[in-house]
């Protein structure tokens, strides 16, 4: 309690004069004479503390003294002193000016009685079984009655103790030793505490079943076993939170049943459980309110994903629900990339801002649909190309940095779960890596062992390729071209986007549930030949493209290790019988300096050219005559190839 101090005055009277002598009711007088009376406070400081003495009081003028009566006039008594200081709480000055620490409040009376029942119930929580009954059996004697024991047994068994464990024998014995044999024997106190264990093992699965808790079976150290029935009762009951499997994220997701659910255990910031103290916390939070005593990781996740799945969401498809339903009906994603990136407007920059956003929508909400077009956002470093991307996506967590290698297990898992996957080294160069690269693109799915899996598994792919990249000539596989949507950015306007980036995706989700496109068609004829036009501007030229080119419309010969023209040909060359030709007649190779790397990189010339690899049957000729196998112009119809493949064949049987 706070201190309550008050100068405590004292009457003396000396000569007939009442005086007042002041201590401090602190230390009533104790304290050494060091320690100097504080006044104004009422108590004992040091010295140093002490504030400058008064100044002196004048002396009381003394009485005349009458000589002729021999007599002394005594000036009249003193009015009565004041009455005692009052006391006054001590603030914190008052406490450090004494140089002592302030007590402790007090605490009332209902806080009080509160610990005091803390205290309690904290000593029965730890107490042991037997301890709770330990009194009981002290206070009995040789006259105490059947119903006497019955009770206590009836309280012993109320903490489960199985009949079979040491400590219920000793219950047990130390009845019979308190009470003797004469009323009863030590196999009918087995049979009793037998039977009130049975009924308090009904009694609590009673109890137990009414508040939502499971029935766990117990191993015989007395813990809840590790089995996978017992998790899977625990994670179904109703005391436990509810596990669900977010098929977008291809996370669990853990959320309240009600206002009952208590979700202290989990503290990471999102309501999934995506990493090692996540279930490691849900492991602690298991052994202290269900009693199991340790439970193997592989199992509790194996437990854990089982009942998930029985519940499934997908939240990508929530969220651009959503976004649809809050659309506001403008147009915008036709005009997004020129409207906020600055990008030329052009139809087909139109269909590129367009579609794209489309197929993103289309592949969340049927995953594994094919949607093999990147987004390439050209433009200087730091323009915010990136940003844009981190933008569309919404969430940290839904953006990936793509930088691993296409086909590892940890870089597949990187991209699962994301709604936009930027290629952060753009396009390669090497022709092994634009194989690899090409097939990453094209995938719909991604094959691999998940985390304590055994076998290999399929996740459908729910996300959209991008790429940043410094404007140049990245173009170099003449195949893969069209998978390229080059998009060259001006001034980025990140502040207006942020405002309808919301409204892009609701747009997006609409027209994808009307039926739009996500692609470019063979059909769409005009747009293919945007397309080419633009891919070309952005392809790098190999160096002898324009030799291979002057060769198909002339005739030469090597000069120099050099091909030179030399008559320009009647018709242009429309059929190449195989690539080695090309490198013999223009490069001068012989067969033994063929390789397949030489005859990629011709072939990929002759695909930038216009031929086309593929089997021809002459015209005429029955099924026993096989096609005639060679690079094709483009240009050349159907039917002039089959009557030229007719002529070469027959020319060929008659040499």
Known sequence: MWWILATIRRETHMDGIAMTETKCALCQGTHSPEYVFHEKAGYCVPPSKAPPAPPPIPAAPQAPVDDADDRVDVVPPAPPPPPPIPGRDLDADDWALMGLAPPAPPISSAEQAA???????????????????????LNLNAGATISDVEKILAKFAMQQVDPKRPVAEQVVRDIIERTGTAKMTLAQVRTWYAKAYADARNSA???????????????????????????????????????????????IQVCKRDENTSLDWHKSPTPYLHDEADYTRLSEHLQRKYGFNSIEQNLLYRCIMSVAMETRINS?????????????????????????????????????????????????????????????????QGEGKTTILRTLAGRPEYYCSFTGKMNDRDSLMKVRGKLIVEFAEGVTTRKTEQDEQKEFITRTDDEYRDPYGRSMNKHKRQFGLAMTMNPSEYLNDPTGARRMWGARCGAIDLDAFH????????????????????????????????????????????????????????????INGNWRPQHKRPIPLTFIK?????????????????????????????????????KVRGEGLGRDVNPLLGWWHQSLPQADRRAFAAQLIKSAEQE
């Open 578 to 614: 195989n690539v080695g030709v090309v490198l013999r007649d223009v490069l001068g190779f012989q067969d033994t300096r063929l390789d397949r790397k030489d005859e990629g990189m011709m072939a990929d010339i002759l695909t930038v050219l216009g031929f086309e690899k593929a």
């Open 316 to 380: 990508m498809q929530q969220s651009f629900n959503i976004a649809a339903a809050r659309y506001d009906g403008k147009k915008r994603i036709d005009t997004w990339l020129t409207d906020i990136c600055g990008v030329e407007d052009s139809p087909l920059t139109r269909v590129y801002g367009a579609r794209w956003l489309i197929g993103v929508a289309a592949r969340v909400f049927e995953p594994g649909c094919q949607f093999d077009n990147v987004l390439c956002f050209e433009g200087g």
């Open 499 to 558: 405002a309808v980036v919301g409204q892009l995706w609701g747009e997006a989700v609409r027209r994808y549930h009307g039926g739009e496109r996500w692609h470019i068609g063979k059909g769409e004829t005009l747009l293919i030949g945007m397309q080419k036009e633009s891919a070309e501007e952005r392809r790098k030229q190999h160096p002898l493209e324009p030799v291979i080119a002057n060769w198909l419309t002339h005739t030469g010969h090597i």
């Open 115 to 137: 610990q005091d029942a803390a205290d309690k119930q904290a000593k029965l929580d730890n107490a042991s079984p037997y301890d709770l009954v330990e009194q009981d059996i």
């Open 205 to 251: 699965k009673t109890e137990i079943v009414k508040s939502g808790m499971p029935i766990l079976r117990i191993n015989r150290d007395g813990f809840a076993a590790s089995i996978e029935m017992n998790l899977h009762d625990t994670f179904r009951s109703g005391s436990f939170c509810r596990l669900i499997f977010d098929e977008f994220r291809h996370d």
